[in-house]
């Protein structure tokens, strides 16, 4: 019932600015948790950024400084704003969803690729 599509990926090369987007198909209103994930060839998912229904934000340390969170209640979307992009961020980028139901809800994922 829940759909979540991720979109503004692509290639780029090192120091470039890159905002991806997640749409859900329901309102976001009384969410717990919207976040970031990413994963890495041959690693695996991990956090990039998080935000409360509150507004407060948790970023990994290897993105503090660089990339911004950020929500839209009345589109119902959640956006990263990725500055200074590094070759380590190449990863695919999830989007999550958690309404505090026993299973939250997870987007397709969208490609970011940074070259040197």
């Known amino acids: 019932q829940v759909q979540l599509v991720e979109s503004g990926g692509g290639s780029i090369q090192s120091g470039g600015s890159l905002r991806i987007s997640c749409v859900s198909s329901v309102r976001i209103f009384g969410f717990l948790s919207m976040g970031w994930y990413r994963q890495g060839s041959g690693k695996q998912r991990e956090l990039v950024a998080e935000?409360?229904?509150?507004?407060?934000?948790n970023y990994a340390d290897s993105v503090k400084g660089r990339f911004t969170i950020s929500r839209d209640s009345a589109e119902n979307s959640l956006d990263l704003q990725m500055n200074d992009l590094k070759v380590e961020d190449t990863a695919v980028y999830y989007c999550k969803i958690d309404f505090g139901t026993t299973t939250p809800f997870w987007g397709q994922g969208t490609q970011v690729t940074v070259s040197s």
């Open positions: 935000i409360t229904g509150g507004g407060s934000t």
